[in-house]
Every structure is written in C-alpha cells, then in structure tokens.
C-alpha cells in the first residue's frame, strides 16, 4: 500500500514537497520512484531512486526536482522547485522490484499537483 501527501496549488516560481509511505511487502532494494499524468497524455517517469541511492531524473525536472529516499522508513519524497505550468498533473507513487521494468509495480492513488502562472 501506498499513500501520498502534499501537493495542492502553487504559483509558476514556487515549490511543493509530496511525501510517500509504502507499506506490505516492500523488499529492502526496490526502486522506489514518482511518476506523473497530465491530461490528455501518457504516464511519464519524473524520478526514481534505489535503495543505495542512485536517481534518475526526467529531463524536464532536472535540476528543479529532488527525490529523497529513507529506506529504514520505506519513505520516499518529491521535493519540487522552480515549478512551472507545465507541472500540472497528478503525481502518483511507485514502487517496484529492482528487476521490473520502469511503469510496471505498485501505485498510490495519486496526488494532484496544479501550478498557476
């Protein structure tokens, strides 16, 4: 199970920080990472990170996103910055096995993330 906090409303320039908790069967080197959907469009990777650390970013946020893990607290948070329009989405969770591939494993219910300008 995945639940998701934060989000909300923010002005072009400003920042919001979502905060994921996994629970249930969560292996110690699962990836653990946030996606997003805007309307009209397909599901898209903004950031993962393993359980030793190494991140990977969608070129659209990097630089302006930080995803942070806390592996004893099966954790992980989206901090983002530098928000643009463009943002507007519904940001989701995910959790998945080292060994499956991006998109694949288990969701949150979403969050939705609105950016005015």
């Known amino acids: 199970q995945l639940v998701e906090s934060g989000g909300g409303l923010a002005q072009a320039g400003g920042s919001l920080r979502l905060s994921c908790a996994a629970s249930g069967s969560i292996l110690s080197n699962d990836i653990m990472g946030w996606y997003r959907q805007a309307p009209e469009k397909e599901r898209e990777l903004v950031a993962d990170?393993?359980?030793?650390?190494?991140?990977d970013y969608a070129d659209s946020v990097k630089g302006r996103f930080t995803i942070s893990r806390h592996n004893a607290k099966n954790t992980v948070d989206l901090q983002m910055s530098s928000l643009e329009p463009e943002d507007t989405a519904l940001y989701y969770c995910?959790?998945?096995?080292?060994?499956?591939?991006?998109?694949?494993?288990?969701w949150g219910q979403g969050t939705q993330v609105t950016v005015s300008s």
């Open positions: 995910n959790v998945r096995r080292r060994a499956s591939p991006r998109g694949s494993g288990s």
């Open positions: 990170v393993t359980s030793g650390g190494i991140r």
